[in-house]
Structure formats: structure tokens, C-alpha cells
Nanobody, 117 residues
Framework: QVQLVESGGGLVQAGGSLRLSCAAS????????MGWFRQAPGKEREFVAQ????????YYANSVKGRFTISKDNAKSTVYLQMNSLKPEDTAVYSC??????????WGQGTQVTVSS
């Protein structure tokens, strides 16, 4: 089992920044990929960003490209999401996910991000 704990959410004004962290613990840390997803009230969960752990390749949803950056720290078994130029439509619960292969196997509980206009 892998446990994922997100932190760094909060309330920020439009145009501001937040940095989310997701720390993994449990079984030997060896993901193939890790990612961030978000779910706004009344909407389905949507993909935000992904990083291939070994090679470091990153992928982003079009809605956040150029504003969000996903990164990792191998030593800390942690993945980050730097969010800049935040918009009210970025308001959601952000969750991280861990994949042993090309699919996600473990999910965190999420952290609330609220962007005021």
C-alpha cells in the first residue's frame, strides 16, 4: 500500500500562487508516474498534470499549461504542483495520484484550493 498526503492548499486571490505538495509513504517508493487531478463542486474529476518519475517527462491539461508546473523530489518521495496566475475557475479539491504502471493505483484525500475573484 501507498499512502499519499497532500498539503499546501488554501485561499488565494486571483492572480496569486500556491504550491501543493504530495508526500508518499508506505511500500518501497517506485512509481512509474505521479499526477495531480482536481474536482470542482458539481463537476467530474479532471486531469491537471503528470510526471513520469524515471525520465521526468511532464504533461499538462491545456487549461493549466503555462501556469502550473509539476516537479518531484526523489529523496523526499514527494511531488509538487506550483500553481501561478490562479483563476477562480481553478477552485477545486486537488488530489495527487501514484501509478505503478501507466494507470493510477493510489490516490490521496485531496486539498482544497479556493481562488477568489
Amino acid at each position: 500500500q501507498v499512502q499519499l498526503v497532500e498539503s499546501g492548499g488554501g485561499l488565494v486571490q486571483a492572480g496569486g500562487s500556491l504550491r501543493l505538495s504530495c508526500a508518499a509513504s508506505g511500500r518501497t517508493f517506485r512509481p512509474y508516474l505521479m499526477g495531480w487531478f482536481r474536482q470542482a463542486p458539481g463537476k467530474e474529476r479532471e486531469f491537471v498534470a503528470q510526471i513520469i518519475w524515471g525520465g521526468g517527462s511532464t504533461y499538462y491539461a491545456n487549461s493549466v499549461k503555462g501556469r502550473f508546473t509539476i516537479s518531484k523530489d526523489n529523496a523526499k518521495s514527494t511531488v509538487y504542483l506550483q500553481m501561478n496566475s490562479l483563476k477562480p475557475e481553478d477552485t477545486a479539491v486537488y488530489s495527487c495520484a501514484y501509478g505503478l504502471t501507466h494507470a493510477y493505483d493510489y490516490w490521496g484525500q485531496g486539498t482544497q484550493v479556493t481562488v477568489s475573484s
